[in-house]
């Protein structure tokens, strides 16, 4: 059992498996068991069109174990977005995040939509 399909907070939520054509298709990708699980959750969320904290906690998740997945970058941004976030605590997240995965084309194109959401200056990496 996976750390969704075991957290009360995700019952309400019905996973959305990866279709890679079929029962026997012709060559699928071998996804770590966890990324397979948090990727099914956030198709589900995606597909009720849910903006919500625990959103946000998911597609954190799923960022950390492959943050170049352009897909969630944007349903984060929106996501930020329908809650109206305050986004200085995202900036520091965002900056974190852009230590860790420098070469990062999908933080580097997340960044713009934070600072110009902000309005305020965005510092990555200690640079202004």
């Known amino acids: 059992m996976?750390?969704?399909?075991?957290?009360?907070?995700?019952?309400?939520?019905?996973?959305?498996?990866?279709?890679?054509?079929?029962?026997?298709?012709?060559?699928?990708i071998a996804y770590e068991e966890d990324y397979s699980?948090?990727?099914?959750?956030?198709?589900?969320?995606?597909a009720k069109?849910?903006?919500s904290e625990r959103v946000l906690a998911l597609t954190e998740d799923v960022i950390d174990m492959n943050a170049a997945h352009y897909t969630v970058w944007l349903y984060r941004a929106k996501t930020l977005s329908e809650l109206k976030k305050?986004?200085?605590?995202?900036?520091?997240?965002?900056?974190?995040?852009?230590?860790?995965?420098?070469?990062?084309?999908?933080?580097?194109?997340?960044?713009?939509?934070?600072?110009?959401?902000?309005r305020r200056k965005l510092i990555v990496c200690g640079r202004e």
Request: net charge negative; charged share 25%.
């Open 37 to 46: 699980e948090a990727m099914s959750y956030l198709r589900a969320v995606m």
């Open 2 to 28: 996976g750390h969704y399909s075991s957290d009360p907070e995700w019952v309400d939520i019905v996973p959305i498996p990866q279709d890679e054509g079929g029962p026997d298709p012709l060559a699928a």
């Open 49 to 51: 069109n849910e903006f």
């Open 86 to 118: 305050d986004l200085r605590e995202e900036i520091k997240w965002l900056n974190d995040t852009a230590l860790r995965h420098q070469k990062n084309y999908q933080i580097w194109l997340s960044s713009p939509y934070v600072k110009r959401s902000s």
